[in-house]
């Protein structure tokens, strides 16, 4: 039942960005163009997600532990850093310049569109190379 | 108004989704954290099991809606393969630098307040909308 509920989880998260037409990159750069016909559909998608998760977020942080786990795995860094800032500046970049960001390439990837296919492959290249070579030896370590 | 409802509506079912991670299983629902950790060689067994299970369902459900609302779906504004291929590459290296996307930071962190979070978001619009703005100057999107 636990790993069937991970498969319904990430369909679920899948539809919510297909209704909200995150699958088609042009709201994407229509949110991120301000100098022409600014497209809001990011924008609602956003405070859609964070209006439900900001209260549920909290009334489920009452709990001690989630229903089937024996504790709550949550990002522990509180400090902002070069890396955070850095990182999401070239993710901006790259998400302006294809119009994806990983959920919606990745829901994308069974239309075998060519673009979508050279997207997800470069960003999954790009992740590798991540995982085998960590930036810490040019960038310090984390902590 | 549907152009209005549908964006909030599916805003929600992330919302929902992204509750359930946390409900049930105490985790984040952050795409680029899901996916680069399944792809990192020293993941435990078990830790990149649940990760699969989850991108099977996110991609099993879209080949399903490419079927369904196929009209929901479309291809990259770049029409050029390099394009889409240096942005793939900076999406991935850059949500993983900056430990998150648009669900880790966007959603997830914002709901919880996370200054981090608030902090990445910010960056990554500002960064997305002045590329933007060049690729525009630059004649890119035409």
């Given at each position: 039942?636990?790993?069937?509920?991970?498969?319904?989880i990430?369909?679920?998260?899948?539809l919510?960005l297909v209704?909200?037409g995150?699958?088609?990159?042009?709201h994407?750069v229509?949110?991120?163009?301000?100098?022409?016909?600014?497209?809001?559909?990011?924008l609602?998608?956003?405070?859609?997600?964070v209006?439900?998760?900001g209260v549920?977020y909290?009334?489920?942080m009452?709990?001690s532990?989630?229903?089937w786990?024996?504790?709550?795995?949550?990002?522990?860094?509180?400090?902002?850093?070069?890396?955070l800032?850095?990182?999401?500046?070239?993710?901006?970049?790259?998400?302006?310049?294809?119009?994806?960001?990983p959920g919606?390439a990745?829901?994308?990837?069974?239309t075998?569109d060519?673009?979508?296919?050279?997207?997800?492959?470069?960003?999954?290249?790009?992740?590798?190379?991540?995982?085998?070579?960590?930036?810490d030896r040019?960038?310090?370590?984390?902590r | 108004?549907?152009?209005?409802?549908?964006?909030?509506?599916?805003g929600?079912?992330i919302?929902?989704s992204?509750?359930l991670?946390?409900?049930l299983?105490g985790r984040?629902?952050?795409?680029s954290?899901?996916v680069g950790?399944?792809?990192?060689?020293?993941?435990?067994?078990?830790?990149?099991?649940?990760?699969f299970q989850?991108?099977?369902?996110?991609i099993?459900?879209?080949a399903?809606?490419?079927?369904?609302?196929?009209a929901?779906?479309?291809?990259?504004?770049?029409?050029?393969?390099?394009?889409?291929g240096?942005?793939?590459?900076l999406?991935?290296?850059g949500?993983?630098?900056g430990?998150?996307?648009?669900?880790?930071?966007g959603v997830?962190g914002m709901?919880?307040l996370?200054?981090?979070?608030?902090?990445?978001?910010g960056?990554?619009?500002?960064?997305?909308?002045?590329?933007?703005?060049?690729?525009?100057?630059?004649?890119?999107?035409?």
């Amino acid at each position: 039942v636990s790993g069937i509920s991970y498969v319904v989880i990430g369909a679920i998260f899948a539809l919510g960005l297909v209704v909200a037409g995150m699958t088609n990159p042009a709201h994407i750069v229509g949110f991120l163009d301000f100098s022409g016909d600014f497209d809001p559909t990011l924008l609602l998608v956003m405070v859609g997600a964070v209006l439900v998760h900001g209260v549920s977020y909290r009334v489920v942080m009452r709990r001690s532990s989630p229903l089937w786990a024996t504790k709550f795995s949550l990002p522990a860094m509180a400090a902002v850093d070069g890396r955070l800032v850095v990182g999401s500046a070239l993710f901006g970049v790259g998400w302006g310049l294809g119009g994806y960001c990983p959920g919606p390439a990745l829901v994308s990837l069974p239309t075998l569109d060519i673009e979508t296919l050279t997207f997800v492959g470069a960003m999954l290249l790009a992740m590798m190379v991540f995982a085998l070579f960590p930036p810490d030896r040019f960038l310090g370590s984390r902590r | 108004v549907v152009r209005l409802i549908l964006p909030l509506l599916g805003g929600a079912l992330i919302g929902i989704s992204a509750t359930l991670l946390l409900l049930l299983h105490g985790r984040v629902a952050g795409i680029s954290g899901i996916v680069g950790a399944a792809l990192t060689p020293d993941t435990f067994p078990s830790e990149r099991r649940w990760r699969f299970q989850f991108l099977v369902g996110l991609i099993g459900a879209g080949a399903l809606l490419s079927f369904a609302m196929p009209a929901s779906f479309a291809s990259s504004p770049g029409t050029s393969l390099l394009r889409v291929g240096v942005a793939g590459l900076l999406v991935g290296y850059g949500t993983r630098l900056g430990s998150g996307c648009t669900s880790g930071h966007g959603v997830c962190g914002m709901s919880r307040l996370s200054t981090r979070s608030i902090v990445a978001t910010g960056t990554f619009i500002v960064s997305g909308a002045v590329t933007v703005f060049l690729m525009k100057q630059l004649g890119g999107y035409s």
